[in-house]
């Protein structure tokens, strides 16, 4: 008896050890990018001026808005490789109706639309490519990775056709169209902070409370972490994962506007591989692949670290080829310890349930 | 105890141990599962393990098979010490083991999974898929269940997938000791005789068995040496012929504890669900449900007991929604429904414990109290907003109805026991406030005590006027907890039977109609 209570008292040691080792674990995407932020600062003077920290994260908002919407999706237990075109084509319906608006051959006409109402359109289409991924993937049971591979095409194609190309340039509007006001999304700011930066808050406040305090966020959970069983419990997988295509739609939409108004123009390739970009973000910020498991939180902190990432080796100069191999690294690394993370918490608890008996 | 210690030298010095494990200790971080536990395994003889869930059978078994090292002591193997790094060690010293929970490969056919990893092939390169299918066959036939070699294993039932586990074993080459945990768990009567059948014959090619079972009477019938475990600790060790049940369960729990067995009394509630000729069809002919009418009251416990294969669990599914191209008409409290939706008919008022825990009863990412609320959220929020103290409130009531053993309710359901989780799938049906609760196998790979509970559980609500459906395959179980008892066969009603009609002989008799190779066995 004395043997095993020496043994427990160990134990209690050991337990203290390692939850402090799982709380280092849980905050490794945040302390790596404290330590980004460091050795930037330290080898490139620039790096920590107001000015290029409000362009990083200008960068990193278009990351994180993407991110989170990938977010869901990956958590409810699929992919959506979609999302770049859906910047690329949003940006073009938003640029065109802007340049040249909407001609109505067959009547003559030209109808040029409010900013406002035009924003709206190309958030719409997002939410109508998201709609059809979501009917291909529940509807159709067609793999995710393959209805979005496929829509993902389809999408860069029509950005494509719709300009044959080309670019849309010079989006300021007319006064007397009554169409101007779109650079102002890119450019605009308040309380002096961009207004791109306020869109990531409000998106991300959003999809945390959703995912926390509705039973649609805990659906999604439950569809991505044990789709048969979410079945059996009444939840009614296919709107689930129909909002989450549609939503990441939403969120690819905004980013495309977001971007051609910053460029204050549009051209069909923008968003070119972004998905990667928003696939690395939830990855590094402990989205689990394999669905079921992930927060908000971490995803922006995951954005942060790319976008970081990214503008400070572009400040150090380091070459675009060298890049790709360090953030190809990272991504890998990141998955790796969070698999070593999940299989201590793992552990605990089945050390929590031998210890209950 | 110290006479059973006695015991239990004598039964050492004899020079009968094919298998011998040896002051055996395994320490994870933070607990104790095995504490200098001595095992014998006798040549060509049943060797059942047994303990409640947690004292360490589990562990004791991975090490023999090779799965865990122990932190201590010695295996030994006709006499030699040997050290099993893995389970290919393992079986290359020709210990095998079938595990309780299946690991097939269901995207592959029979005999791909009965031969995976120990290819026959031909000029060592090419498969030789026609011995395989020859062998597979062979296996099938000689364990009673000839399907078909090229059959997928995704679309055979879990009863059968076990014999293909079984055959996997058999397969084996040079086999000493076959540990088979919990393999009747999903076996129906008729199946569990194939499988004792089986398991004489290895005994006679003096095959060794490690035989883990929670089910008493079977351990009984087909045991040769029992040893039991508690808290990571041996209790004893004794030949089956010395002893009796109240003997194991006094060892096993450390106390004397009896079945509770519900008294049946002839239930006068208002009938609350009628079925009438409830037909689904079969993929490729026949069917699966044959024109099933039956009835059930208000704090009435129906049980169904029928073959594997017989439509029990598709009964349920299809009162679930879960097959809307069945046929036939169900009335809901005198409405005529139509189930076609799972979320519907759990808002109409039907409840679903599955009979898979892990696969279909649990989201395992998810928190213990996320489990529990999973399919009640809607009841908890205010416009879509989700009220936590409603939430926390009715997970506090179930925790507390259902006794289920919970350090922190906010831990991963992985941190429960087998018992516990399976409350915790039930006490999710509950919190729907349902009419009818529909439970499938609900006490597949629980301990006794755990089962006991469950049992109390389900009369509980019986006697708070839900209308309950209980399937199981365990002859006793369905006997004791039922009022009444619906037997199927090929997907027909073959038998009701209420009160005193309710014996193992009447069930066994109606279960095998239509199954004349059976029932051929059973007489």
Redesign the interface.
């Known amino acids: 008896m004395n043997g095993?209570l020496n043994?427990?008292n160990n134990?209690a040691v050991?337990?203290n050890n390692?939850s402090i080792g799982i709380l280092l674990l849980k905050a490794r995407t945040f302390i790596a990018l404290i330590v980004l932020i460091i050795v930037f600062s330290i080898l490139s003077p620039n790096f920590l001026t107001a000015q290029s920290l409000i362009l990083v994260a200008k960068h990193v908002a278009l990351y994180a808005i993407m991110g989170i919407g990938m977010t869901a999706v990956i958590i409810s237990g699929g992919i959506d490789l979609s999302v770049g075109s859906v910047v690329g084509l949003s940006g073009m319906i938003a640029g065109g109706l802007i340049y040249q608006g909407l001609v109505l051959n067959t009547f003559g006409v030209t109808i040029y639309f409010n900013v406002l109402v035009i924003m709206f359109i190309a958030a719409m289409l997002g939410v109508l490519v998201g709609a059809v991924n979501g009917i291909l993937v529940s509807k159709f049971k067609v793999a995710a990775f393959i209805a979005t591979l496929g829509t993902m095409y389809i999408a860069r194609g029509f950005a494509l056709i719709r300009s044959g190309g080309e670019t849309f340039p010079n989006l300021v509007g007319k006064p007397e169209l009554g169409n101007t006001g779109f650079p102002l999304l890119g450019a605009g700011s308040v309380l002096g902070i961009p207004i791109s930066i306020w869109i990531m808050i409000v998106i991300g406040a959003v999809t945390a409370y959703i995912f926390?305090?509705?039973?649609?966020g805990?659906?999604i959970?439950?569809v991505?972490?044990?789709e048969?069983?979410?079945?059996?419990?009444?939840?009614?997988v296919n709107r689930v994962k129909m909002f989450v295509y549609m939503f990441s739609g939403f969120c690819s939409a905004i980013v495309g506007l977001i971007v051609s108004s910053q460029l204050v123009a549009a051209h069909p390739a923008t968003g070119e591989s972004w998905e990667m970009n928003a696939i690395a973000a939830a990855v590094l910020g402990g989205t689990?692949m394999s669905?079921?498991?992930g927060t908000i939180g971490g995803t922006l902190i995951g954005a942060f670290v790319i976008g970081v990432l990214n503008d400070g080796m572009i400040m150090l100069g380091v070459s675009e080829f060298w890049q790709m191999v360090i953030k190809g690294i990272v991504i890998i690394v990141a998955v790796i310890v969070d698999q070593f993370q999940r299989d201590l918490?793992?552990?605990l608890?089945?050390?929590?349930?031998?210890?209950?008996? | 105890m110290m006479n059973q210690e006695g015991g239990r030298r004598d039964l050492q010095s004899t020079d009968q141990i094919c298998l011998a494990a040896r002051g055996v200790t395994k320490i994870y971080p933070g607990t104790v599962a095995l504490d200098k536990v001595d095992f014998n395994v006798y040549r060509g003889k049943v060797n059942v393990l047994i303990g409640e869930n947690g004292a360490g059978k589990s562990t004791l078994m991975k090490i023999i098979a090779g799965i865990e090292q122990p932190t201590e002591g010695k295996i030994f193997l006709n006499g030699e010490e040997i050290h099993l790094h893995n389970t290919r060690d393992a079986a290359a010293k020709g210990i095998g083991i079938i595990h309780q929970e299946l690991n097939l490969f269901p995207n592959l056919n029979v005999y791909q999974n009965i031969f995976m990893a120990r290819e026959a092939t031909k000029y060592g390169i090419v498969l030789d898929n026609k011995k395989h299918k020859e062998k597979a066959r062979e296996l099938l036939e000689k364990l009673e269940h000839p399907i078909s070699p090229e059959a997928m294993v995704s679309e055979l039932r879990v009863g059968q997938q076990q014999i293909v586990e079984i055959a996997k074993t058999m397969a084996q080459q040079d086999l000493h000791v076959l540990i088979m945990d919990e393999p009747t768990s999903s076996l129906s009567a008729a199946e569990v005789e194939v499988l004792f059948r089986i398991i004489g014959e290895l005994k006679e090619q003096g095959i060794s068995i490690v035989y883990i079972s929670h089910r008493l009477e079977e351990i009984m019938r087909i045991g040769d040496y029992v040893t039991i475990l508690r808290d990571g600790r041996l209790i004893a060790e004794e030949e089956i012929k010395n002893i009796d049940i109240p003997w194991i369960v006094k060892n096993m729990v450390g106390h004397s504890k009896t079945k509770t067995i519900k008294k049946q009394t002839e239930v006068k509630g208002k009938e609350l669900l009628r079925v009438e000729s409830l037909t689904l069809p079969r993929k490729g002919g026949g069917y699966t449900l044959d024109k099933v009418s039956f009835s059930l009251r208000e704090g009435e416990i129906l049980g169904v007991y029928g073959l594997l294969g017989a439509g029990r669990t598709e009964l349920i599914e299809t009162l679930m929604g879960m097959h809307p191209e069945a046929t036939g008409d169900i009335y809901l409290e005198g409405k005529k429904i139509k189930p076609r939706f799972i979320w519907e008919q759990i808002q109409r008022g039907f409840a679903h414990i599955p009979e898979d825990r892990q696969r279909e009863g649990l989201v395992q990412t998810l928190s213990i109290a996320k489990n529990l609320t999973l399919s009640s959220l809607s009841n908890y929020t205010k416009g879509f907003h989700l009220v936590q103290n409603k939430e926390d409130e009715s997970i506090t009531k179930i925790i507390q109805d259902l006794s289920i053993k919970v350090a922190d309710r906010k831990l991963p359901i992985l941190s429960l026991s087998g018992g516990n989780q399976q409350k915790v799938v039930i006490g999710k049906g509950i919190l729907t406030s349902p009419k009818i609760l529909l439970l499938d196998e609900p006490t597949r790979g629980i301990d006794v005590g755990a089962k006991a509970e469950v049992f109390d559980i389900i009369g509980k609500f019986a006697l708070q006027g839900l209308g309950i459906i209980v399937v199981s395959s365990e002859l006793k179980e369905v006997i004791s907890i039922s009022d009444r008892v619906i037997v199927l066969s090929n997907g027909k009603l073959t038998g009701e039977f209420r009160g005193d009609e309710i014996t193992e002989q009447a069930l066994v008799g109606a279960s095998a109609a239509g199954h004349n190779y059976c029932y051929a066995q059973h007489t």
């Open positions: 095993l043994i427990n134990s050991k337990k390692t926390k305090k509705t039973p649609l805990w659906h959970f439950a991505g972490g044990n048969k069983a979410a079945l059996l419990s009444g939840i009614r689990s669905g079921g498991v918490e793992n552990k608890a089945l050390q929590t349930r031998n210890n209950s008996h």
